[in-house]
T-cell receptor, first 117, second 115 residues
Framework: DSGVTQTPKHLITATGQRVTLRCSPRSGDLSVYWYQQSLDQGLQFLIQYYNGEERAKGNILERFSAQQFPDLHSELNLSSLELGDSALYFC????????????????FGQGTRLTVV | AQKVTQAQTEISVVEKEDVTLDCVYETRDTTYYLFWYKQPPSGELVFLIRRNSFDEQNEISGRYSWNFQKSTSSFNFTITASQVVDSAVYFCALSQTEMIYKIIFGKGTRLHILP
């Protein structure tokens, strides 16, 4: 158990809908990262938040957005869903925001499997 | 541009055999980090190792070993005396030093260990 909790574990929804994925980081971790794992694109970094602020952005679509709340949990909002958005969405957390020392790890949750039908 | 290539999409070996998973990376950065993650059938990603670009020493952890060769831009992973529990998808990944967690993953190698 990595200590990172993602809910729900599975989600099935229709095209055009909007869903929210939730992530609770490990206790004490300030950074949250979102990744998408799909058959076509593999595992891709979407976005990072550190202590409530956006820190880095990857290949995140405009239809997707995220936020990190004062209690450090994070939500990934996916809207106008398309069939191609079906994927496993991972959240990871770490203590720091950048690898100054490289001594901290990113711990991954079990993922939310999203199926768009 | 940064890129990680895991040319082996799927590998099957019989239990107790040794197996090596290949990873080749591309980066223009002089300092960077390389990772291996394991994704068992349950789906979570499990961190295995991180290596920075200045440390070319090979590493051994139990039945796992890693061979980092900067000259060939490779970071290969060997499992010795494989076990059925090693069956998983293994991802090699790369990140820039400054943004260590903006990790770029390879497509993964699915490893089947047959009893």
């Amino acid at each position: 158990d990595s200590g990172v909790t993602q809910t729900p574990k599975h989600l099935i929804t229709a095209t055009g809908q909007r869903v929210t994925l939730r992530c609770s980081p490990r206790s004490g971790d300030l950074s949250v990262y979102w990744y998408q794992q799909s058959l076509d694109q593999g595992l891709q970094f979407l976005i990072q938040y550190y202590n409530g602020e956006e820190r880095a952005k990857g290949n995140i679509l405009e239809r997707f957005s995220a936020q990190q709340f004062p209690d450090l949990h994070s939500e990934l909002n996916l809207s106008s869903l398309e069939l191609g958005d079906s994927a496993l969405y991972f959240c990871a957390s770490s203590v720091g925001s950048e690898g100054a020392t490289g001594n901290t790890e990113a711990f991954f949750g079990q993922g939310t499997r999203l199926t768009v039908v | 541009a940064q890129k990680v290539t895991q040319a082996q999409t799927e590998i099957s070996v019989v239990e107790k055999e040794d197996v090596t998973l290949d990873c080749v990376y591309e980066t223009r950065d002089t300092t960077y980090y390389l990772f291996w993650y394991k994704q068992p059938p349950s789906g979570e990603l499990v961190f295995l190792i991180r290596r920075n670009s200045f440390d070319e020493q090979n590493e051994i952890s139990g039945r796992y070993s890693w061979n980092f060769q900067k000259s060939t831009s490779s970071f290969n992973f060997t499992i010795t005396a494989s076990q059925v529990v090693d069956s998983a998808v293994y991802f090699c990944a790369l990140s820039q030093t400054e943004m260590i967690y903006k990790i770029i993953f390879g497509k993964g190698t699915r490893l089947h260990i047959l009893p």
